[in-house]
């Protein structure tokens, strides 16, 4: 509802500073808008970071000698279908944003596909997380979320992540490309 | 006001969905110009909590005077719909496992409808963090791993990472709330 009406707001205020010659476009533009309800022709279009979220399920934990896989899902939170294509980037943070050791090293099949998200629907990436209990040499410290980029995005989502990870050179998580489901 | 008017709709589409069986196939046509004002209510049968998967999202966050609301997210990974209603059982924990202070209590801000959550698809309360009472209220704050959640109706937890602070004491209201609501996103 926020958002809507700061976006009317905005058109409003666009109308308002182009003047009288604009007038017809921005009926135009209304009626087109009222004419489309919810359920218009299906064209895909690649996820907008703002209407994603991102989380990391803590019960898919699926674990082998040290490393534990967890499912980091990214959420279609917005009204229109989209898709993703490729890895995201992630890196664990502390509560100010601050990164705590290397990025997530990216791992899985040189040619991912394509995977569409419906409005409301999830899609996921494995995520392998080192146990760095085993490497203290790592000099550990409790992460408060997981930054993450989607895919040829410059736009960032946090997901909660309360784990020990690396503060040195040393990797300790790993990142496969976007599947699908959540 | 937006909240009111939504639910006045939805009822009064339960009300058309139930006299246009009743009535049977005269009803028909009157029947389904009404489903097309306002979408009809599925049926769909009770969430299994192992269907389902709990999480906090930590960016669609809105704040006011002490308060910080967060959606607490329900994704129902199972193959078929299903239905949650009313308020879910939530706490915050350690990563352990050990409760941190009091559970939520119920926050009446929204009448309990049945949700129902398509395969795949999200559904939301809203959880009310109040800050003011963990920093403010002498509660011994120390950061949260995990929160647990019991859906509706269920004898059986989900847990959700969640990093925020959390009071250790008893007596702290900290957490509160809603019963669940359609979609992914916070109320406005």
Redesign the interface.
């Known amino acids: 509802?926020?958002k809507v009406s700061r976006r009317a707001a905005a058109s409003a205020a666009a109308v308002l500073a182009l003047g009288a010659g604009s007038l017809t476009w921005a009926a135009t533009s209304a009626s087109a808008a009222t004419a489309k309800p919810a359920a218009p022709a299906y064209v895909p279009r690649p996820c907008n970071t703002s209407q994603l979220?991102?989380?990391?399920?803590?019960?898919?934990a699926d674990g082998t000698a040290g490393t534990t896989y967890y499912h980091l899902?990214l959420?279609n939170?917005g009204g229109r279908a989209c898709w993703l294509y490729g890895w995201p980037g992630v890196s664990a943070v502390n509560?100010a944003g601050r990164q705590l050791g290397v990025p997530a090293v990216r791992r899985g099949p040189a040619h991912p596909g394509i995977v569409n998200v419906?409005p409301?629907?999830?899609a996921h990436a494995l995520l392998g997380y080192v146990d760095v209990q085993l490497s203290p040499s790592c000099r550990p410290a409790?992460a408060?979320?997981l930054r993450v980029y989607p895919p040829a995005s410059r736009n960032a989502?946090?997901?909660?992540?309360?784990?020990p990870v690396c503060t040195t050179r040393t990797w300790d998580l790993t990142i496969g490309p976007i599947q699908y489901?959540? | 006001m937006f909240q009111v008017t939504s639910i006045k709709r939805i009822r009064h589409a339960a009300v058309a969905g139930a006299s246009a069986l009743a009535l049977g196939a005269g009803a028909a046509v009157w029947a389904t110009s009404a489903a097309q004002a306002a979408p009809p209510p599925a049926i769909a049968p009770l969430c299994a909590t192992s269907a389902l998967s709990v999480w906090v999202d930590a960016d669609q966050s809105s704040g006011a005077a002490g308060t910080i609301a967060y959606p607490l997210e329900f994704t129902n990974h199972g193959p078929r719909a299903c239905t949650l209603r009313g308020y879910p059982g939530v706490s915050a924990t350690t990563l352990g496992g050990r409760q941190l202070g009091d559970a939520a209590s119920r926050q009446p801000v929204f009448p309990a409808t049945p949700v129902v959550i398509p395969a795949g698809g999200t559904a939301h309360a809203d959880l009310y963090w109040h800050d003011a009472e963990v920093f403010t209220s002498g509660c011994r704050p120390t950061a949260a791993s995990l929160i647990k959640v019991y859906p509706p109706n269920s004898k059986t937890a989900q847990v959700g990472f969640f990093s925020l602070q959390a009071c250790t004491v008893k007596h702290h209201g900290y957490l509160s709330v809603s019963v669940i609501r359609g979609g992914p996103r916070l109320d406005p």
């Open positions: 509802m926020l979220a991102a989380w990391v399920n803590a019960d898919s899902d959420t939170t509560w419906a409301g629907g999830t409790t408060t979320f989502r946090h997901a909660f992540f309360p784990l489901g959540a």
